[in-house]
């Protein structure tokens, strides 16, 4: 009994915030379908099931979606062991880099991959411009870090001891790889996957920039539905019919975590250090490179454009975003609108270290009985949803329903971090909850047996372990944050636009020195977010003196 | 209740934990926050209450394309005692329905950014208040832009702007062949390929000229975006994607000579040290917008709603739009800017479609459109 | 004091104690002996706190400690593999618990150089964990667990991931260290030589339950039954016919069964049991024979080592008393 309260006490915030934030909106908006005139009348959601553009449009989702995912695993893989197991000069400059495609504002990303697909570019001659190839390279553009850091950081912290056994019984790299490393990587590889494949599934802005008017995902039908047509009922029906995709998928997610996620061991002082390449890392490292090539392709573009004037290198749009007001370009100077996002971002980073590090605390503690396992499998489910459930649906939600007494929260000026921070927190939780799970119970018991509390017990034991990975989520976030565009713009926000913001007005409109001031301001927030994340990657418990 | 706040709206949140120490070393700690900076709203904190100036605080709910200048609105608040918040969110279809969704309980107290294909809806749904006959008397030349079958005058118009096709003459100088001038000559094989506008269903210039489609062709339409698909017309899904990315003028360095973009956008493309735009839009191809401002139906201060909607109508407000907002002025007399006046032609004779018939038949245009141009 | 009655365990339904009672005096050291899987390690826990009973009662001096949490019990509980915090040194891991009481940092150096010493680790303060060998490990634990001045002391295993030797030298300072200290302590282990080497007195216990108990000696002398006396290190245990032929021979009590150690039967020139050798071994204190008793079959003996006799060859044997127990 005591357990079951100390479960629901550590949960408790979390799920607060979720349930008002998250699940209450989504049951809002849904109950409005169902409910289109104050009557019960399920019939018309029935009947949006039933209709062939339906079925094709959730199939198309689901197989760009996976194909994608599948992508983003295989190219990320080898990255995720030379920056993260490989000591390559500039890795901790490229793992921030990793990062910038994150935050660019999907139109900004859209122009630059025109630039390279489509008609008189240098790729045209492929003729993906407007195919489902050239939006499941836009996924997959956007997602691959996701694999790279949550991978990476498990491989990280991974004990290197078994891998050596294993060698040392005869076992090629190779079969290290595949006997050792790949099934005790195995939970952060399918929380990985199942980031990526919600990301993808309601990537809204990729499909609708790289595939034209020809594509629909279930997500931008939503989107269409709800701020245009305003047929509540076919949204309804299609979040539904999102959820039951998505709670599908992360039980199949969960039970691929499952059976490893016990034996895998792991300890602060025998984490591996990085090493020194050999030869034989040769191909991680080559595949690693063309990755970033492919990566740096549209952001190469989108530096050149920004400093390109009139066919003469030139800082002049850069100089323009100093001086915005008189030429009425901009409402507020860039620098103003990149504080917004930067205060914005640390607030959703915040809340979503803590809410995620509450999260995956409960899901990781040692449960006594298979009914408590459940609870805290479900709970781990939970935190997932909210990737993948349409940001317009749960935009609208928040504001039919948080509409009233302690619950008018809709002018809060906390509402869009906390949107952020539920966005970001199913990363922070798959980044932190494979490492936790490493850690040896005893090792807690150990410092309650001494007389430590349950608070100074997480940090003797599970701080010092999960210290890096939580700065890689704290990057993660903090990118998620900066970049978050599609879910803030239902909110109605207090009046100070972000980055993403200024940049989607400025390239909003015609005239080449707006244009050339939108790039410009998007190599600014990329470069904003790779000097954070990196400046975040540095940092060092005081405390753990000798970590 | 709302005259007796004290505190100045534009507060973050004060829940900062200890969590957020952490972060706070790699950035300056976000929650001291962007408020107390704005001395005009806490001037204003005491100003309510009266009777005589409407006062208090006004909630605008606009979308995310909103802007004027700081000092148009510090003027405003000092002058009324009202203190004005902004409250920007999703674009004009957005706006509307989250008026619609929240009608029982409105965010705000007035609403900037209906616009003529969404405002029906508005209208409908009872999302705006009447306003009394002789508060509000609308400046010269607004008239002709409200909107038809909205007697009690509960939308005022505050901008217009044209959605046209445009071109760019350079290009067509260039490769010697002649600019094409209407509706028609986009499907003239002359014009094979030449063509990029951004989607009816996703995009608002987008459903625009799909609506200038349905004015010149009637029910015939669909078998004029046929004819459009086949000769090469490339969509996409927004504005952006198509001027930016796909016009021969745009930023990206497109290949596409012929854009569906504004009337405005000439006055863009005019390179620097030269007196001519590179760009034109086809007046004959024109769907006017029109933007409205209202007040909110259980509107928390009506009065302070009504002082707002007629700023938005005054010449400081109509004077600073087409530089902040990249739309003309309803009220006559109002000076453009030099650029405007010079390279930004207007229609006289815009296509229109009745508001009413395009609530009404929104969802089967742009269904039977989708089908059209996804064949 | 601590007092367990009754005490039941179950991990998802399935009991792995069942109406356990033990009681450990201040300053006594009991062992909980059995084999893995009996339940032994569970009782350890339940008395730290980790598991929580679904019936009986641990109490300290009379005070139920059912609702109080293992970092509150004082009890410091030690590892089979020390558990040592890896990031911090080797003094960090033993002042652990003095900086969580906010000890004043010359006190605390003070304490910890103590304990060092103590447990044979001088000059050790500044390795990290990683560098130390297992015994080098198992000795920072101790002490770590000591810092903490435990009212009661658990120890978990202690010795077993330790080679032989090793273990046995860390047995006996253990059990000096122990009484030095005075402190209560329950160990638990399968190895009775440990259990031995440590305790003075014994829980045996097994599939869940309690199945003896008492002062070291007495349990040794008269184990309760007879797979109590095989794991109390008695090498056979002979029933009826055999054991009363075998008593028979030491002119003692008739019993209804005998556990013999395995120098129980002594090779002698004297008269004695007859028997036929079937395989000898030689270490450098004894001869280890394996012998077939007439009318009791196969058993075990010993003989000077400078004796050595040939497989196959007849000897006889006489019976030490001390090296065998009867059992009721």
Redesign the interface.
């Known amino acids: 009994m005591r357990r079951a309260l100390a479960l629901l006490g550590l949960a408790a915030l979390p799920l607060a915030v979720l349930g008002v934030f998250f699940a209450l909106p989504v049951a809002g908006m849904v109950g409005r379908g169902f409910w289109p005139d104050g009557a019960f009348d399920p019939g018309a959601v029935a009947e949006v099931l039933a209709r062939p553009r339906v079925h094709r449009v959730l199939w198309f989702t689901v197989w760009t979606a996976s194909v994608a995912t599948a992508a983003a695993l295989l190219l990320g893989l080898p990255a995720a062991y030379a920056l993260h197991r490989l000591a390559l000069p500039l890795r901790g400059l490229v793992r921030g880099l990793l990062l910038v495609p994150f935050v660019l504002p999907t139109v900004v990303v859209g122009v630059a991959f025109r630039q390279l697909l489509g008609e008189g570019g240098p790729l045209a001659g492929l003729g993906w411009e407007g195919t489902p190839v050239a939006i499941v390279l836009g996924l997959v553009f956007f997602n691959v870090a996701v694999v790279v850091r949550t991978v990476g950081a498990a491989w990280e912290s991974l004990d290197p001891r078994p891998g050596e056994a294993a060698a040392a019984l005869g076992a090629s790299p190779a079969q290290v790889f595949r006997t050792v490393t790949l099934p005790a990587l195995r939970p952060a590889l399918a929380g990985a996957a199942s980031v990526v494949f919600l990301f993808c599934a309601t990537g809204f802005g990729v499909v609708l920039t790289l595939g034209g008017t020809r594509y629909s995902s279930v997500e931008t039908e939503i989107y269409l539905l709800t701020t245009n047509l305003l047929d509540l009922p076919a949204a309804a029906a299609l979040s539904l019919l999102q959820l039951v995709v998505v709670v599908g998928l992360l039980l199949v997610a969960a039970r691929t975590r499952r059976g490893s996620e016990a034996v895998v061991r792991r300890r602060a002082g025998r984490a591996a250090r990085p090493v020194r390449p050999r030869w034989r890392d040769a191909p991680q490292v080559l595949l690693t490179v063309l990755l970033l090539a492919a990566l740096a392709a549209p952001i190469g573009a989108l530096v050149v454009g920004s400093l390109r004037v009139d066919g003469a290198w030139s800082l002049a749009y850069y100089r323009a975003l100093g001086s915005p007001s008189q030429d009425g370009l901009l409402a507020v100077p860039v620098a103003t609108a990149m504080l917004n996002s930067l205060r914005t971002a640390v607030d959703a980073t915040w809340m979503a270290l803590l809410l995620g590090g509450l999260v995956a605390l409960t899901v990781t503690r040692r449960s006594r009985g298979r009914g408590e396992r459940r609870v805290r499998a479900t709970l781990d489910g939970l935190f997932m949803l909210p990737l993948g459930v349409s940001a317009v649906t749960v935009g609208f939600g928040l504001l039919i329903t948080l509409d009233s007494g302690v619950l008018d929260l809709r002018d809060s000026p906390l509402l869009v971090p906390i949107a952020q921070a539920l966005v970001a927190l199913p990363l922070v939780v798959r980044t932190l909850v494979p490492v936790l799970a490493g850690i040896d119970d005893r090792q807690r018991q150990a410092a309650a047996s001494l007389g430590a509390g349950p608070l100074r017990a997480v940090l003797t034991v599970d701080l010092p372990v999960v210290w890096r990975p939580l700065l890689a989520a704290a990057g993660f976030a903090f990118a998620v944050s900066l970049g978050e565009f599609g879910a803030t713009a239902f909110l109605a926000r207090d009046d100070a636009p972000t980055m993403p913001v200024a940049i989607f007005r400025l390239i909003g409109h015609p005239g080449l020195l707006n244009y050339g001031m939108a790039l410009a301001a998007s190599v600014l927030l990329a470069a904003a977010t790779a000097v954070v994340v990196l400046a975040v990657e540095r940092l060092r418990v005081p405390a753990m003196g000798a970590f | 209740m709302r005259t007796l706040r004290t505190a100045p709206t534009?507060?973050?949140?004060r829940?900062g934990?200890a969590?957020?120490a952490?972060?706070?070393?790699?950035?300056s700690?976000?929650?001291v926050?962007?408020g107390e900076d704005d001395p005009a709203a806490v001037e204003s904190t005491d100003g309510g209450g009266a009777t005589s100036e409407p006062g208090g605080e006004v909630?605008l709910?606009t979308h995310?394309?909103f802007?004027?200048?700081?000092q148009v609105v510090a003027d405003f608040e000092a002058e009324t005692g009202i203190e004005l918040?902004?409250?920007?969110?999703?674009?004009a279809?957005?706006l509307t329905?989250?008026l619609?969704?929240?009608k029982d309980?409105p965010?705000?107290d007035a609403v900037f950014g209906i616009d003529n294909t969404f405002a029906s809806?508005a209208l409908e749904e009872g999302v705006l208040a009447d306003t009394d006959d002789d508060a509000v008397a609308w400046p010269d030349g607004v008239e002709q832009y409200a909107l038809p079958g909205d007697d009690e005058q509960r939308l005022a118009p505050v901008d217009n702007g044209n959605v046209c096709v445009n071109v760019d003459t350079s290009w067509f100088a260039e490769n010697g062949i002649e600019e094409p001038e209407s509706l028609d000559d986009l499907t003239d094989p002359a014009y094979e390929g030449l063509f990029v506008t951004p989607?009816a269903?996703?995009s608002s210039p987008g459903l625009a000229f799909l609506l200038s489609t349905v004015a010149e062709y009637g029910e015939d339409w669909p078998t004029y975006w046929e004819d459009l698909v086949a000769n090469g017309a490339?969509?996409?899904?927004?504005?952006?994607?198509a001027?930016?990315?796909?016009f021969t003028?745009?930023?990206?360095?497109?290949?596409?000579p012929i854009v569906l973009?504004?009337d405005s956008?000439p006055a863009?493309?005019v390179?620097?040290g030269s007196d001519e735009s590179s760009t034109r839009a086809l007046l004959d191809t024109c769907f006017q917008q029109v933007e409205y401002a209202g007040v909110l139906e259980g509107a928390e201060n009506p009065d302070g709603a009504a002082a707002v909607v007629a700023w938005l109508q005054s010449p400081e407000v109509q004077a600073?739009l087409p530089?902040?907002m990249?739309v003309f002025p309803v009220v006559d007399g109002v000076e453009l800017p030099a650029d405007w006046a010079r390279f930004a032609e207007r229609p006289t004779d815009p296509y229109e479609v009745d508001p009413a018939e395009v609530a009404a038949n929104?969802?089967d245009w742009?269904r039977e459109w989708?089908d059209v141009?996804?064949r | 004091m601590l007092e367990v009655r009754d005490l039941a365990v179950a991990y998802d339904g399935v009991p792995a104690v069942e109406g356990a009672s033990v009681t450990v005096p201040d300053g006594g050291v009991l062992a909980v002996l059995g084999p893995s899987g009996c339940g032994k390690s569970t009782l350890l826990r339940a008395v730290a706190g980790l598991e929580a009973p679904s019936a009986g009662s641990i109490r300290w001096d009379g005070r139920d400690l059912a609702r109080v949490p293992t970092h509150r019990r004082g009890f410091a509980l030690m590892f089979q593999d020390g558990q040592l915090f890896e990031h911090l040194t080797v003094a960090r891991n033993v002042a652990y618990a003095l900086r969580l009481r906010r000890v004043p940092a010359a006190r605390r150096e003070a304490r910890v150089a103590e304990l060092l010493a103590l447990v044979g680790l001088e000059g050790f303060a500044g390795r990290m964990p990683g560098t130390l060998s297992g015994g080098e490990r198992q000795r920072v634990s101790l002490a770590r667990s000591l810092a903490a001045e435990p009212r009661l002391l658990l120890l978990d295993e202690p010795l077993s991931a330790l080679d032989a030797g090793l273990r046995e030298r860390l047995a006996g300072d253990l059990a000096a260290i122990l009484r030095a200290a005075g402190t209560t302590t329950l160990l638990v282990t399968h190895d009775h030589e440990e259990a031995f080497a440590v305790a003075d007195s014994l829980v045996v216990m097994r599939a869940g339950r309690v199945v003896q108990q008492g002062p070291i000696a007495d349990v040794w002398a008269h184990p309760a039954d007879a797979d109590t006396a095989l794991f109390l290190g008695y090498a056979r245990v002979l029933e009826g016919e055999a054991a009363y032929r075998v008593l028979a021979a030491g002119d003692l009590p008739p019993a209804p069964a005998v556990a013999l150690r395995r120098s129980a039967l002594r090779v002698t020139d004297g008269p004695g049991l007859e028997a036929v050798v079937r395989t000898a071994r030689a270490t450098p204190e004894l001869g280890r024979l394996v012998v077939e008793l007439a009318g009791v079959g196969e058993t075990d003996a010993v003989c000077p080592p400078g004796r050595l006799p040939a497989p196959g060859e007849r000897v006889r044997l006489t019976l030490d008393a001390s090296r065998l127990a009867l059992l009721g």
């Open positions: 534009r507060r973050r949140g829940t934990l969590a957020a952490v972060l706070a070393l790699a950035t700690c976000s929650l926050g962007t909630v709910l995310d394309s802007a004027l200048p700081d918040t902004i409250r920007p969110g999703g674009d279809g957005a329905n989250r619609v969704l929240s309980n965010q705000g809806r989607g269903a996703t490339q969509i996409t899904s927004g504005w952006t994607d001027y930016q990315g796909s003028q745009g930023g990206g360095k497109g290949q596409r973009s504004y956008s863009f493309t390179a620097e600073a530089e902040s990249y929104r969802d742009l989708t141009t996804t």
